[in-house]
């Protein structure tokens, strides 16, 4: 029998037993795109829950044009609905920045909770520029998304070159969250191009990111 599923992640930590995605970023703001992977991932990974994590300050984007994390935060909740995905502030909490800091620290708190790191193909592009990338890759197992005009580069990029004999294909989906890391696969699925930058764009003088003046 699985374990009640809690709505809330306490800084703490717990011994419940989950299976989680983890869905990192800045929300700048959490829109449409960010929804429909959490949704995917609860159905295709078998998850329990999805924790949209957002990030204090993400160290590979500028702060000019960030909105204030309370800011982002209610617009990640605002997406969310708060039993099986939970938008949460906990690197804030727990004060860390760097995704490898930040999963050892939920796997410490949480040693009982399956994680699986979702991200865009984009991310899969760009990992090799987060620290300790390889260290991620054999913590936890990684589902990645397709994005429009990142899937070919990013599938022949170097994270999954270097990562290719941990590549899992896509059948696997459901039992992704049982493997031992390095696992990782890349999961077919309806592609959306919205950006968090096109809805600032579309939203300027509301939205608490944009820069006065030009």
């Not at 999805?50 to 994390?69: D, H, I, R, Y």
């Not at 989906?173 to 696969?185: R, S, T, Y």
């Not at 300027?204 to 944009?210: K, N």
Request: hydrophobic share 45%.
């Amino acid at each position: 029998m699985k374990a009640p599923v809690a709505s809330r992640i306490p800084p703490a930590g717990d011994r419940r037993r989950l299976r989680v995605g983890l869905l990192g970023g800045s929300f700048n703001p959490a829109h449409s795109g960010h929804l429909q992977v959490a949704r995917l991932a609860l159905s295709r990974l078998q998850l329990d829950q999805v924790w949209l994590l957002v990030s204090p300050g993400n160290p590979l984007k500028p702060s000019a044009g960030m909105a204030p994390l309370a800011a982002r935060l209610d617009s990640a909740r605002a997406i969310a609905d708060g039993r099986r995905i939970i938008a949460t502030d906990i690197e804030r909490i727990v004060h860390t920045r760097y995704t490898i800091d930040t999963v050892r620290g939920l796997q410490r708190r949480f040693p009982n909770i399956r994680f699986v790191w979702l991200m865009g193909a984009d991310g899969l592009a760009e990992l090799p520029r987060w620290r300790r990338w390889t260290g991620i890759a054999h913590a936890l197992p990684i589902a990645v998304l397709p994005r429009p005009s990142y899937n070919h580069r990013a599938l022949a990029g170097r994270a999954a070159l270097r990562l290719g004999h941990a590549r899992r294909p896509s059948r696997e989906a459901p039992v992704l969250a049982d493997h031992p890391a390095p696992a990782w696969i890349f999961l077919p699925a309806p592609q959306t191009d919205i950006s968090a930058t096109a809805l600032r764009q579309a939203a300027r003088g509301t939205w608490p990111g944009r820069r006065s003046g030009r």
